[in-house]
T-cell receptor, first 115, second 114 residues
Framework: AQTVTQSQPEMSVQEAETVTLSCTYDTSESNYYLFWYKQPPSRQMILVIRQEAYKQQNATENRFSVNFQKAAKSFSLKISDSQLGDTAMYFCAFTSPNSGYALNFGKGTSLLVTP | DADVTQTPRNRITKTGKRIMLECSQTKGHDRMYWYRQDPGLGLRLIYYSFDVKDINKGEISDGYSVSRQAQAKFSLSLESAIPNQTALYFC?????????????FGPGTRLLVL
């Protein structure tokens, strides 16, 4: 079974600064997808960014980018120019055909952006 | 995502009661999922369905059952609720026609079992 590990339960960053959230995963599969989801206090699960394992290029979405290191099984999220609205719980997740494309989540990192 | 709705949004029930959580989607997706979120544990898979005739157990299916009444509807039932089923429940959908595997979540149902 795949495991997803987020080693930082809580992080804090000042507004306009850059922060990196860590995620590692364990799998023997070659075809899989990785995601970062954001859960603000409203509790809605919001997709931040997606990475296909077969793509070498790191995904980017505006201020959000990932550092995907396939050999190291690492998938970190970088948030640039942090904004107060980025305060949320961030979950790293893994999916593959073998799991029925169900998501396997890490335990999350709580990010606080301060003025 | 307004395309995935869950009812009720909040529910308080007593131990031993049967309850049903409902999920509907207008996205036209075939795949539907139920997850449970507990503090400090992230989300865990309860059941998933690829179509109305295909139901699969997830990591924590004991004590739960599901029904896929139509492509757009996927219900989760607790036959006899117990306090440790108190959690936040999410329904999600994904599209098997595109190779992106993104799941879109409903707003969640907060369940309290007394």
């Amino acid at each position: 079974a795949q495991t997803v590990t987020q080693s930082q339960p809580e992080m804090s960053v000042q507004e306009a600064e850059t922060v990196t959230l860590s995620c590692t995963y364990d799998t023997s599969e070659s075809n899989y997808y990785l995601f970062w989801y954001k859960q603000p206090p409203s509790r809605q699960m919001i997709l931040v960014i997606r990475q296909e394992a077969y793509k070498q290029q790191n995904a980017t979405e505006n201020r959000f980018s990932v550092n995907f290191q396939k050999a190291a099984k690492s998938f970190s999220l970088k948030i640039s120019d942090s904004q107060l609205g980025d305060t949320a719980m961030y979950f790293c997740a893994f999916t593959s055909p073998n799991s029925g494309y169900a998501l396997n989540f890490g335990k999350g990192t709580s990010l606080l952006v301060t003025p | 995502d307004a395309d995935v709705t869950q009812t009720p949004r909040n529910r308080i029930t007593k131990t031993g009661k049967r309850i049903m959580l409902e999920c509907s989607q207008t996205k036209g997706h075939d795949r539907m999922y139920w997850y449970r979120q507990d503090p400090g544990l992230g989300l865990r898979l309860i059941y998933y369905s690829f179509d109305v005739k295909d139901i699969n157990k997830g990591e924590i299916s004991d004590g739960y059952s599901v029904s896929r009444q139509a492509q757009a509807k996927f219900s989760l039932s607790l036959e006899s609720a117990i306090p440790n089923q108190t959690a936040l429940y999410f329904c999600a959908t994904s599209d098997n026609r595109v190779r992106e595997e993104t799941q879109y979540f409903g707003p969640g149902t907060r369940l309290l079992v007394l």
